[in-house]
């Protein structure tokens, strides 16, 4: 018996809100850690989608939601 429940995570559905959303890479200043997602334009929430280790990992990411131009960097 756990207190806690697991969050289920989404799983990627190849699209995006386009009109409310934009991808977005956050990085951590501390250990170089990179997370691929999308941040609501409006209210600032970011919704993180994958773990960026290596340059294919972000390749993979872009082809898999379609995004053909560079992606913003956040600190």
Do not use: V
């Amino acid at each position: 018996m756990g207190f806690f429940k697991k969050r289920e995570k989404a799983a990627p559905s190849g699209d995006f809100d386009r009109e409310n959303e934009k991808p977005i890479i956050k990085a951590s200043i501390c250990n170089g850690e990179q997370i691929a997602g999308f941040k609501n334009i409006h209210t600032g929430k970011m919704r993180e989608i994958m773990l960026i280790k290596t340059s294919a990992d972000l390749e993979y990411f872009k082809t898999m939601y379609g995004i053909e131009t560079e992606i913003e960097k956040e600190y």
